[in-house]
């Protein structure tokens, strides 16, 4: 069904879906999903929606995991799904320009054709859009290697809520002319308006002499190995770290964390965390690395294991609590102590996928109260009538 | 001389140097400088200054080249190289946290011990503070293998106009924990605050092997080339390079433009002034790379050479009008030519040296005016009274 509203012509389709985040955890109930075609759809949408004070959700590919591309009541989905072009690519320098919703992979096998490779990759790269990568600054394996988005993004195009576009789309690896604003919209999860494109420096790919000298670069972390001895059996290796989240996930419930901290001290958090629910939680035994409540009281749940896995390159530690059912007893003896870990550390409480609808409340472990007001500040000013992605990022 | 001011125990000192830029070009009439010792000094100035409504000029090393870090009229110069202290180095992840007015050089020289280097390099290393380079968002000789300061400062310590300090010196190289605030005071020239601390990436040194496997991934750009065989060989070849500036300087004036543009058509400003120039000035003759006017009147001043050089590798020349004597028929010719034609290939008219008194007239030809607006807006909110180096960066 097509319908004309909002200045544009636009799908309505069933709803389900994209009031759902990836896993289920968060639903809202919206009656509207908009599928603009153009940055002006774009524009047009954010523009009557922000004089009629109605409120809008940037949504992407909708893998999330902080439940931030979702509704929380009705607000208004703008899914960018439909704007998915690939607008340029300079294969000198490496700056590809596309819409915000190319599907990841999909660009890393267009640039791949050339010799290049995306600076960012991801389990989630078969649906995710490199504008939900970048609105929530994503992380991923490339990370240790290319760095962030940060230093990655060249340029953004993007809509504030009053329907101005910012032309931001620069595709220069250098520019010190000023404040960087588009910096802004990096991180800020759909908060301070949509963005609709991006430019973005692709690295060349390395081929595999590269491969082996990018791996000589880790030696001296690296105490065992192996490597890929063609595309398939790299392929196969990378499915192996890309399915440890669903095979923690199958069957169970998780209580997941995204942490960063001094290397140093990464895995102490899962050791600390697991003697801690040992000790506190009376009939939990620690079999190695695994903790089993012989009782297994049916109705409590129990904690099936305490794992972490991830990115000791960059610092940054996924732990899972994974129990049998969620318990509001053991939560309580997990939040706010690993929150409380983090800042004695001076970590961060989300070190790649975003602060979402979970994670508002706790961001003052990881951010002082005068860099929280200047957030504030920043969001006020540009989406004075808080129509963008309520709930999100900042309480 | 010591005297008890503005909250601390500040010296007052010959003021001639700190009003003059690097090469003289541009002078203020400052009746103070003052050197704050720590942030909470810094903090104590600035509240003074904003009080009473009394503007100011943070200046580290004083070597840009755009007047950003000298006074216009009287502003009151903070001068930070007395906060020269190292405050910490991460050995296994490379963050280096240190004031904002270490040295350049000195810090590389500190991080090398522990077989490190700092992701920045440049001419003026031995006087510019890193709280500078950040500031001016300088680029330089290592831009193309490390990047973006954007992507390489982890952390940011820096003091509002008010006095507050922002305490976001994290070092964490991953964080998506909502809008990544200390970015606007990367480049913004203390327009927005004074930085005052740092956090900073640095990376593993490349030893001879892997300063080989360094230039084999330039290979396929390169054409020729030699190899250093130790320190001191390749210190010279470094100097060869970095006394450009200073050659093309030696007895001449220079009219200098810092651009980035597409890397295929980078080259072409270089050839198109130089056409320019020979077609319109009456007398000029060409010898090869080399414009000379036979006649050349004393009273007019001549132009001697166009030339451009550096960083083809991240799409920005230096490109330098050689002349006899400033000229404003020879000045006409160039501006807004040169810009107009930066502008046509949506380069930028400042890759690397910043905006300073000189370029926010021309800020125009590289940014579009709604990004100009947000600049505007983020400044006129973080920085109520002007009282932050005024006439810099923007109108």
Known sequence: MATKTLGGTY????????????????TGKSQLVIFPKSTQNVSDALKYCNTNKIAVVPQGGNSGVQGGAVPVYDEVVI?????????????????????????????????NEFGLTMPIDLGAKGSCHIGGNISTNAGGIRYVRYGSLH??????????????????????????????????????????????????????????????????????????????QDITQQNKLWMIRES?????SKGNKVYKYDLSAPISKLYDVVNDVNDRLEKLIPGLISKGGEIINQMEPADVGYVKSVNGFGHIGDG?????????????????????????WVQSLNGSISAEHGVGIVKPAVLKYSKEPEVLKLMKMVKDKLDPHAIMNPYKVLM
């Not at 389709?13 to 009031?19: A, D, Q, V």
Request: negative net charge; hydrophobic residues 40%; aromatic residues 6%.
């Open 11 to 26: 799908d309505i389709t069933e709803l389900t879906k994209y009031n759902e985040s990836w896993q289920g955890e968060y």
């Open 79 to 111: 899914n960018l799904s439909k704007m998915n072009n690939i607008r340029s690519l300079d294969k000198d320098s490496g700056a590809l320009v596309c819409d915000a919703g190319c599907i990841l992979e999909q660009l890393d096998n267009h640039v």
């Open 151 to 228: 230093g990655s993004v060249l340029g953004l195009e993007a809509v504030l809520p009053d329907g101005t576009i910012i032309n931001n789309l620069s595709t220069l690896r250098k520019d010190s002319t000023g404040y960087d604003i588009k910096q802004l919209f990096i991180g800020a999860e759909g908060t301070l308006g949509i963005v609709t494109g991006v430019s973005i420096l692709t690295a060349k790919k390395p081929s595999k002499l590269q491969k082996f000298l990018e791996e000589s670069f880790n030696l001296e972390i690296v105490s065992d190995g192996v490597l890929a």
């Open 244 to 248: 440890i989240i669903e095979s923690i």
């Open 316 to 340: 940054n530690v996924h732990l899972n609590v994974v129990v049998s059912k969620y318990n509001q007893e053991i939560e309580e003896l997990l939040e706010p102590y690993i929150f409380e």
